[in-house]
């Protein structure tokens, strides 16, 4: 293949942000509270911006963030943008790991196969899936389709921060207010760099899936391998 023929469309998010949407039952109206997650959003699409050297109206990510009363719909601009993203970034909790939607996200996502990029090269075990640590989950198992994955793991940073980011995840710097800062600001640049370098290194071939029933809603069994 050509180089022109790895080029993804001009439409399609560099990343995808596949999180647990959170809402509290007992407000009226509900009201989603995953301000947490849209801050890291926008501050690694900032750097995803930077890094990639985007053009003006250049997508640097997708986050879903509908508030759904009852079912989810697979709607057409999440259908396209797993199927058309060339990262894939999961914040794993508890509750991330319990969630058919975003089980489902991830099987969209994991279907697709991907290449290296012509003279690249990658470590083992470095993909465009980058699961990442978003609260801490004690003692519980991880389903062996995230556990498989290489767990996004920040390097070349002060001594203090990479352990703080394992023991309380990027949620639980947030949480920590100025005492997490410099943490957080810290881990979100490293991460924004293993978003381009996956970006630059693979290409994931578009696979748009026709409707949300045929994707899979837990992650106990992970019947699709990227790659």
Not at 167 to 196: F, K, P, T
Request: charged letters at 20%.
């Amino acid at each position: 293949m050509t180089e022109d023929e790895f080029r993804a469309h001009p439409r399609a998010p560099a990343f995808f942000l596949s999180y647990a949407r959170t809402t509290h039952p007992t407000a009226a109206p509900q009201r989603e509270t995953n301000q947490k997650a849209f801050q890291l959003f926008v501050d690694l699409s900032d750097h995803v911006v930077q890094l990639l050297g985007l053009p003006a109206g250049g997508t640097a990510g997708f986050m879903d963030q509908a508030v759904f009363d009852g079912g989810q719909m697979w709607t057409e601009d999440l259908a396209f943008a797993a199927g058309h993203c060339q990262v894939f970034v999961a914040l794993i909790s508890a509750k991330y790991m319990n969630s058919p939607w975003c089980a489902r996200e991830w099987d969209a996502f994991t279907r697709r196969t991907y290449k290296l990029r012509p003279g690249a090269e990658a470590t083992p075990g470095e993909a465009p899936i980058i699961p990442v640590n978003w609260s801490a989950v004690g003692g519980r198992p991880i389903p062996s389709a995230i556990s498989q994955r290489q767990m996004f793991q920040p390097t070349r940073l002060p001594p203090h921060i990479a352990p703080q980011y394992r023991d309380e995840g990027i949620y639980g710097l947030l949480s920590l207010g100025a005492n997490g800062r410099e943490a957080y600001d810290a881990v979100v640049w490293r991460l924004a760099q293993r978003v381009a370098r996956a970006f630059h290194t693979h290409w994931v071939e578009p696979r748009v899936p026709d409707n949300l029933m045929e994707l899979r809603d837990t992650f106990e069994e992970d019947g699709h391998e990227l790659g």
